[in-house]
């Protein structure tokens, strides 16, 4: 029997989503509503077959009864007045359209969509079979590899059709990004500002002058290596911990773990600390190092894109705080840096994690296992899509930390702001 969602539970689930919260969805529901019925004249419009990696997720619906099962009772237990994806074969041709879709610029915030996809799953993903459907393996690689088609549209010319003075190099927009920071600034009289993708865009370099390096010349100090929020300071972390639950209590066997990694890495980090801090839209995003050390240990772990922590009872909280779920379970990179003995030669690992949408990782190809790196050295970057990102430290590597603990029964986007490069702690 399928239990329709109330309106009222619907929106209150909405607007505790990362994506509402961090800016990437309208702060309105009813734009989601508008969104989903363009989708309908875009999907009519469009005459093409359907993208492999579109029809690969078709295939598997087909095949697999049980997936679509759920995958058509997400669809169902929406409510009739939000109700714009009636069937999986609307939700195949929708995500045809989005596969290659570069996200414009909305002056309104109220209606503003920066990730389409996220939109589109907007509401069904927040139903009792949509959090079922979301955590299936299958339908999980079926998406990563739709959103891989995604992300090649967005690195490739055709995207940046978007980069001019009507969407992303609007006056708002410009303010909005902080864009005279960026390097960008100096090459307006460029076409596209010399962009060459929507992704080159997105993830485009800042100039030094805005990000300072703190405590230059002292290792002790422990730099931001993200500009964001901080979501969640967490000491004494435990090996193993339920971290589905309300809460979110960080469990290191399934956050630092990965199929390359050895378990020696997961035992190091027992009872140590964690700092995490997303990245809303305007955040600069690109990561750098937070110690001085050597590259010991690069790798990244596939994820399921879109899952998030599951509410037995209201809560108004649980989905803006699937963040720390997301650490567990999304696509994540990992860093492991062996300090040098300044820092006591300890272990501090980047976690890097892809939230939502696309949020490919790249690793700076300077950084390498045996490299050495130092603070405020760039690491990599995200393309586009959601993304937030922890650090993991050893016992005994930090001595306090020097930004504000967020209160957990806060919404995230309360929490203090912090700027790649900044101190957030000092070692020991």
Request: hydrophobic share 35%; net charge negative; with cysteine.
């Amino acid at each position: 029997m399928t239990t329709v969602v109330t309106p009222q539970e619907l929106h209150a689930r909405y607007r505790n989503t990362f994506g509402r919260v961090g800016g990437y969805l309208p702060r309105n529901p009813a734009a989601i509503d508008e969104f989903h019925k363009g989708l309908t004249r875009r999907a009519a419009d469009l005459k093409e077959e359907l993208h492999p990696a579109v029809q690969e997720l078709a295939d598997t619906l087909r095949s697999d009864g049980v997936l679509r099962m759920y995958v058509q009772n997400m669809l169902r237990e929406v409510p009739q007045e939000h109700r714009h994806i009636h069937t999986v074969d609307e939700l195949i041709q929708y995500l045809n359209v989005i596969v290659t879709w570069a996200p414009s610029y909305d002056r309104d915030p109220l209606k503003q969509i920066f990730l389409p996809m996220s939109a589109l799953f907007g509401y069904i993903r927040l139903t009792p079979s949509g959090n079922v459907a979301f955590r299936n393996q299958a339908f999980g690689e079926k998406l990563h590899g739709i959103l891989k088609a995604w992300c090649a549209y967005l690195d490739s010319p055709e995207s940046a059709h978007v980069l001019n003075t009507r969407d992303w190099f609007s006056q708002s927009a410009i303010e909005l990004n902080r864009l005279s920071e960026y390097e960008c600034w100096n090459h307006r009289d460029k076409e596209h500002w010399g962009f060459t993708s929507f992704n080159d865009f997105f993830h485009r370099p800042i100039q030094d002058e805005f990000r300072p390096l703190a405590g230059n010349g002292d290792p002790s100090v422990i730099v931001a290596p993200n500009d964001g929020t901080v979501y969640n300071i967490q000491r004494n972390v435990p090996r193993s911990a339920d971290f589905w639950l309300k809460g979110q209590p960080y469990s290191l066997e399934n956050m630092v773990y990965g199929p390359q990694c050895k378990d020696e890495y997961v035992s190091a980090f027992v009872g140590g600390d964690v700092y995490q801090a997303f990245l809303s839209v305007n955040s600069f995003h690109r990561w750098n190092v937070p110690v001085d050390g050597t590259i010991e240990h690069l790798e990244i772990v596939p994820g399921y894109p879109f899952s998030h922590v599951e509410s037995a009872s209201p809560d108004p909280i649980a989905y803006t705080h699937s963040q720390g779920y997301q650490a567990h379970v999304s696509t994540r990179g990992l860093a492991f840096i062996r300090t040098g003995s300044e820092l006591g030669n300890r272990l501090v690992c980047a976690v890097v994690i892809g939230m939502e949408e696309v949020s490919s990782i790249s690793w700076n190809p300077e950084i390498k296992v045996g490299a050495p790196v130092a603070r405020g050295q760039e690491l990599g970057w995200f393309s586009y899509g959601g993304s937030s990102m922890a650090l993991v430290f050893q016992p005994g590597v930090v001595d306090e930390f020097t930004v504000p603990f967020n209160n957990p029964d806060q919404h995230p986007d309360d929490g203090p702001t912090v700027f790649v490069k900044s101190q957030i702690a000092r070692a020991r």
